[in-house]
C-alpha cells in the first residue's frame, strides 16, 4: 500500500487547508510533531506552547468529525520521519511552508536532505503570498492580493479517510527556556479564531483606525487575531475575505467602520510582506540588514532584566511590558516603543533583547518579529528611525494614567504628572511616593540624543547608501523597480 504523510506545522485549523487536498489514491497518515528541543530555544515559551496545545486538540476533534485522525507524536522530527518510514514506506510528505525560526530552518534542511536519501518527496505548500526561491518584489503586493482572492478550498476536495499509527499519543512532559506566567493569555482553536473575527466584524473593530493606538481601547478594538495567523488556526485569506465582504457591505451607510476595515486589510497585506522579508533572508534573525550596525550596542543584562521584568522606573514602559507579561499581546504601537527603548534609550544590541520579548508574545511570528526590531532599532537602513518619546506616548495614549494604575497598583495615588513625567520627582516628593516606586534606570532625552547621534553617524558613512539600496531592492514595499 502507498502512504502519504500530511505534517502539520503552523496550519493547526481544518477550513481552508492546503495540506488535505486529496493529490492521488495513496492512504494518507496526518502527523503533528511536539519537538521538545524547538522549546528551549531562548524566543519559544511556555505560553505559546499552551496555545498551540489548545489548538492542536481542538484540530484533532474537527478532524474526526470527518473521519480523519490526528497522530500525535513527540520527538526529534527526522527519528520520527525515519521510524514512519520503516513501518509505512511513505513516499510523499505534504506540508505547509514554514518560515519559522533559525531552529527550524535548520530542522527543515536536515530533513529536506533525509528526504531525498529517501527518495521522499516534499510537497510544500506556500505561506498566502510568501514566496520561496528567486523572485522579484516589484509588483509583489499584486500577487499576493490575487491568492487572497483565490476561492476557499472546498472540503469535498479532501481526504476522505486516514490511517491511526501504532504510536503512543500523549503529552510528554516538556521543559521550557521561558515559563513566565501568563494569566490572561488568549485561548487557542479554530472556533475561538471565528468567534474573534466575527464579533469583530459586527462591531468590535467599528473603531480600529482611531482606537489601535492606546493600549487602553487596542484591548477591545483590535481583532485579536494575530495568534490565530501565527499558529495558522485561521486561514489568513478567509479573513480577507470576510472582511472585504463586511466593506462593500457598509461603504455607504458606515464610512468610519469601513475605513477600519481598509485599515485592519492593509495589514493583512504587511502580515505577509514582513514574512517574505525572512523567508528571503533568514540571516536577519542573527544579523542587521547593514552589517555597519552590528555590534554597536551593549549586551548588559541588568537593564535587560529591568526592562523584561517592568522595572525601568519609567511607569508608562514598565506597565506596557506588565501587560504583556499577563497577556502574552500589546498593541502595535506600545510594541513598537517598547522596542524603541530597549534600542535607544537602553542601547541594547537588538539580538540580546529580541529573543526574551519574543518569548513574551503568544503570538510571536518570525518574519513579522525580526523585521520589526530590526525597524524600530535603525538597522535596517532604509526606514525612517523610530524614536518613541515614553514620556510623550504616556500622556497621548494614557492621559489619565488609568492603564498604568491598572498595572501597577501600587502607584494609584501617584500623581499624574509624576507618573507621566517621573524624572521630574524632587527629592521632597520621592520622600511621599509608596515605597514600590523606582526611579528611572536612564535619563530618557539625554539617551535619546546619544543614540540619534550615533545612529546618523553611521548614515552618514560613505557605503552606507550604497548597502541601502541594496535592502531596497531585496526586501522594499514598492509598485516598482
Known amino acids: 500500500m502507498s502512504y502519504q504523510i500530511h505534517w502539520f506545522k503552523k496550519n493547526l485549523r481544518f477550513q481552508d487547508n492546503e495540506i488535505l487536498l486529496k493529490t492521488n489514491n495513496s492512504s494518507s497518515i496526518l502527523i503533528y510533531i511536539i ?15 499552551e496555545f498551540i496545545w489548545e489548538s492542536v486538540k481542538l484540530l484533532k476533534t474537527d478532524l474526526a468529525k470527518h473521519k480523519l485522525h490526528l497522530n500525535i507524536l513527540s520527538g526529534d522530527a527526522s527519528e520520527i520521519f525515519q521510524s514512519l518510514h520503516q513501518k509505512y514506506s511513505f513516499t510523499e510528505v505534504i506540508s505547509e511552508q514554514e518560515t519559522g525560526i533559525h531552529w527550524t530552518f535548520e530542522r527543515d534542511k536536515k530533513l529536506k536532505s533525509l528526504f531525498k536519501d529517501l527518495k521522499i518527496k516534499w510537497v510544500e505548500y506556500p505561506y498566502f503570498g ?18 487572497l482572492k483565490k476561492p476557499l478550498i472546498n472540503i469535498e476536495k479532501y481526504i476522505d479517510q486516514s490511517e491511526i499509527l501504532n504510536f503512543d499519543e500523549h503529552e510528554k512532559p516538556i521543559n521550557f527556556y521561558d515559563k513566565t506566567p501568563c494569566p490572561f493569555r488568549q485561548k487557542g482553536g479554530s472556533h475561538q479564531a471565528h468567534d474573534l473575527l466575527e464579533t469583530f466584524l459586527e462591531s468590535r473593530g467599528e473603531n480600529y483606525q482611531r482606537e489601535m ?41 458606515n464610512k468610519v467602520f469601513a475605513k477600519s476595515i481598509n485599515a485592519f486589510l492593509s495589514r493583512l497585506y504587511w502580515r505577509s510582506h ?13 544579523k542587521s540588514f547593514i552589517p555597519l550596525y552590528d555590534d554597536i550596542r ?28 499577563n497577556h502574552g499581546w500589546i498593541n502595535f504601537r506600545m510594541r513598537a516603543m517598547l522596542a524603541s527603548f530597549a534600542a535607544y534609550n537602553l542601547w541594547l544590541d537588538w539580538r540580546y533583547y529580541a529573543p526574551p520579548l519574543a518569548a513574551l508574545f503568544t503570538d510571536f511570528e518570525p518574519g513579522i518579529h525580526y523585521s520589526q526590531i530590526q525597524m524600530q532599532s535603525g538597522t535596517t537602513g532604509i526606514n525612517t528611525i523610530r524614536m518613541y518619546n515614553p514620556y510623550k506616548q504616556s500622556e497621548e495614549q494614557d492621559p489619565d494614567a488609568h492603564f498604568i494604575i491598572n498595572n501597577i497598583p501600587g502607584y ?15 527629592p521632597f516628593e520621592l520622600q511621599l511616593l509608596p ?17 540619534k547621534d550615533t545612529i546618523y553617524g553611521i548614515r ?12 531596497f531592492l531585496k526586501h522594499g514595499s514598492r509598485k516598482s523597480h
Open 460 to 471: 552618514k558613512m560613505i557605503n552606507h547608501k550604497t548597502l541601502a539600496k541594496s535592502v
Open 213 to 253: 493606538s492606546s493600549p487602553i481601547t487596542a484591548e477591545h478594538s483590535c481583532s485579536r487575531l494575530s495568534p490565530h495567523f501565527a499558529h495558522g488556526t485561521l486561514s489568513l485569506r478567509q479573513a480577507f475575505q470576510l472582511a472585504e465582504k463586511k466593506r462593500f457591505e457598509i461603504q455607504s451607510t
Open 130 to 147: 510568501v514566496k520561496r526561491g528567486k523572485h522579484n518584489r516589484d509588483h509583489w503586493a499584486g500577487s499576493i492580493q490575487q491568492i
Open 298 to 325: 551593549d549586551q548588559d543584562e541588568e537593564k535587560l532584566q529591568s526592562w523584561i521584568k517592568g522595572e525601568t522606573g519609567i511607569p508608562f514602559i514598565d506597565a506596557c511590558m506588565i501587560y504583556l507579561r
Open 435 to 451: 515605597p514600590t516606586w523606582k526611579s528611572p534606570i536612564v535619563n530618557v532625552s539625554q539617551s535619546s540624543k546619544k543614540a
Open 412 to 426: 494609584k495615588n501617584v500623581p499624574k504628572n509624576l507618573l507621566h513625567y517621573p524624572e521630574t520627582v524632587t
Open 274 to 286: 514582513f514574512i517574505q522579508k525572512l523567508e528571503d533572508e533568514p540571516s536577519i534573525e542573527l
Open 35 to 49: 519537538e521538545p528541543e524547538l522549546w528551549l530555544q531562548k524566543d519559544m515559551s511556555q505560553r505559546q506552547w
